[in-house]
T-cell receptor, first 111, second 114 residues
Framework: KQEVTQIPAALSVPEGENLVLNCSFTDSAIYNLQWFRQDPGKGLTSLLLIQSSQREQTSGRLNASLDKSSGRSTLYIAASQPGDSATYLCAVGRSNNDMRFGAGTRLTVKP | NAGVMQNPRHLVRRRGQEARLRCSPMKGHSHVYWYRQLPEEGLKFMVYLQKENIIDESGMPKERFSAEFPKEGPSILRIQQVVRGDSAAYFC????????????FGSGTRLTVV
């Protein structure tokens, strides 16, 4: 059974800092891994999708890496801004159906 | 492309009533997934459907909950005889194939049982 863990559960940083969010999973036989952002009371916005054959994806100030052998992914946010404050969710896709989610990291970027 | 559409956005039901949540996937997407998010918790998988087929319902409670994705129209998540513990945000996601292109989520339906 796939278990997805995100550390830390909450993170508070001053504006401008670079930061790393961690995601680990127990079963390395994954199809893909997707990072989402969720604002309070809102839905999920997809940030980055990494296929199992890829090692990283980049979009603007965001960079996500994937190491299947160690069961880890990181989301790197450069030059953080108050608008980055949200909950970040990691989801691991299995070969033919659903994705399993971590509990999320709640990020606060202070001005 | 309107994305994944869920309605209603908010739903209030009294204990014992039925709740019907609707999800229209993105155009061209034939795979639909329902998730539940309890307050201060992560998303829990409930059910995966394709048109007229339930593929995986391993996350659905055995009683009172059912889901369908008919040939025409939206996917429906139905909760019968709701209880206070059913209060949660219910999210629908869709994908074009078997998840290889990732998921697109709707904005969710927030169910409150009073």
């Amino acid at each position: 059974k796939q278990e997805v863990t995100q550390i830390p559960a909450a993170l508070s940083v001053p504006e401008g800092e670079n930061l790393v969010l961690n995601c680990s999973f127990t079963d390395s036989a994954i199809y893909n891994l997707q990072w989402f952002r969720q604002d309070p009371g809102k839905g999920l916005t997809s940030l980055l999708l990494i296929q199992s054959s890829q090692r990283e994806q980049t979009s603007g100030r965001l960079n996500a890496s994937l190491d299947k052998s160690s069961g880890r992914s990181t989301l790197y946010i450069a030059a953080s801004q108050p608008g980055d404050s949200a909950t970040y969710l990691c989801a691991v896709g299995r070969s033919n159906n659903d994705m399993r989610f971590g509990a999320g990291t709640r990020l606060t970027v202070k001005p | 492309n309107a994305g994944v559409m869920q309605n209603p956005r908010h739903l209030v039901r009294r204990r014992g009533q039925e709740a019907r949540l609707r999800c229209s996937p993105m155009k061209g997407h034939s795979h639909v997934y329902w998730y539940r998010q309890l307050p201060e918790e992560g998303l829990k998988f409930m059910v995966y459907l394709q048109k007229e087929n339930i593929i995986d319902e391993s996350g659905m409670p055995k009683e009172r909950f059912s889901a369908e994705f008919p040939k025409e129209g939206p996917s429906i998540l139905r909760i019968q005889q709701v209880v206070r513990g059913d209060s949660a945000a219910y999210f629908c996601a869709s994908s074009p194939g078997q998840g290889g292109d990732g998921y697109t989520f709707g904005s969710g339906t927030r169910l409150t049982v009073v």
